[in-house]
């Protein structure tokens, strides 16, 4: 049966908005794409039949899309098919952009800290301009680290699914179900990274224990994996 | 009450679409939308598989070894179709799908019937 060019349009436009959703390797998603323009062909070439015609419109795409399942599930559930496939990222990889990332988050800490830094060589006496350890100074700088340390992660991660560090590496933050992170499962996982000890101790359980999944215990709380493009 | 049956009814029906794929290629292969078409058809309408269903699970049973696909033309302007074929991992595991089904099903219903045997 021949199909009208708006519903080809309308069906191609469908299929993009699923394909938006689903991020995998472009020869994966060419697969996808062609394979629910043909479902969605199909479905409204039955359509067209039931109401007599020999040509596909946009009403019977329109009404084929009407049985449809949403979109975004559909993306969704794609997703959750790959996440048994896809490559989790080891600890090596992850050290190294953690390391990368350590790097950009303490020259940002060094950039904001400038205005205290200068503020303490203004109030001391002319040449006494060190920053003692435990001082209220070196205080403050720790907690703007933190503070750094807490944003940089979460916002990184939470609206891309990766940091600079992560990006460098070919990583991706991931739930577990395969789809995209968000605010919440950043913060969860970010909170080891405020105490070094602690991220160093998850770092070690997650070899220890969670070999196959290469999660850390953070990963578990916040339901995220790590994995390679 | 209906919010509730519909929600175990979804839960069932998420183990039942695999072996629904599998049962429904050993007769031959098929294209993604034959089979939706064909579990409708088969079970007068009491199950379907949606896109969302259908499709991912058909990838996701490709990874697994269980089918394969390939395209095929169906001319007259309509677009290729892919089809997917049982493989013999396939076949083996729903073979024991089937058993554990049936014994599943019996064990179901002598715990939903009332013990004196009545409805």
């Known amino acids: 049966m021949e199909i009208s060019e708006d519903a080809m349009k309308m069906i191609e436009k469908r299929a993009n908005k699923i394909l938006k959703d689903i991020d995998v390797p472009e020869s994966d998603k060419n697969e ?13 070439t039955v359509k067209a039949q039931a109401r007599g015609a020999s040509r596909v419109e946009g009403v019977d795409v329109a009404s084929a899309f009407e049985t ?5 599930e559909i993306a969704s559930m794609y997703m959750a098919s790959y996440a048994k496939s896809l490559k989790r990222a080891g600890l090596l990889s992850r050290l190294f952009a953690y390391a990368i990332d350590t790097v950009i988050v303490t020259i940002l800490t060094v950039i904001m800290a400038s205005p205290i830094i200068a503020l303490r060589i203004f109030t001391s006496p002319a040449g006494n301009i060190r920053i003692t350890i435990f ?12 503070i750094v340390i807490f944003i940089y992660f979460v916002v990184c991660e939470g609206f891309f699914g990766f940091t600079p560090g992560k990006w460098v590496l070919g990583l991706k933050v991931l739930r577990a179900d395969g789809n995209t992170a968000g605010y919440k499962e950043a913060m969860l996982r970010t909170i080891p990274k405020l105490f070094i000890v602690a991220i160093v ?22 339901g995220t994996i790590v994995i390679r493009k | ?8 009814m979804k839960e069932l029906k998420k183990g039942a679409t695999k072996f629904s794929i599998l049962a ?26 949606t896109e969302s269903n259908a499709y991912p699970s058909l990838h996701g049973m490709e990874s697994e070894g269980l089918i394969t696909s390939y395209w095929k033309e169906s ?45």
């Open chain 1, 32 to 44: 996808i794409m062609r394979e629910l323009i043909s479902n969605y062909v199909d479905a409204s």
């Open chain 1, 68 to 72: 449809s399942s949403d979109p975004e």
């Open chain 1, 135 to 146: 001082s209220e100074y070196f205080y403050l700088i720790i907690y703007l680290n933190l």
């Open chain 1, 201 to 222: 101790a998850d770092a070690i359980l997650m070899v220890l224990y969670h070999g196959k999944d290469k999660q850390r215990i953070f990963d578990r709380i916040a």
């Open chain 2, 1 to 8: 009450m209906q919010d509730d049956i519909d929600r175990w």
């Open chain 2, 24 to 49: 429904l290629l050993r007769d031959g292969d098929m294209y993604g939308y034959e089979l939706r078409h064909e579990v409708e058809a088969r079970t007068e309408g009491a199950m379907t598989l």
């Open chain 2, 75 to 119: 001319g007259s302007g309509v677009p290729a179709r892919k089809y997917y074929h049982l493989t013999e991992k396939g076949e083996d595991l729903l073979n024991e799908m089937v058993v554990e089904w049936d014994r599943y099903v019996n064990a179901m219903n002598r715990i939903g019937r009332r013990k004196d045997g009545n409805q």
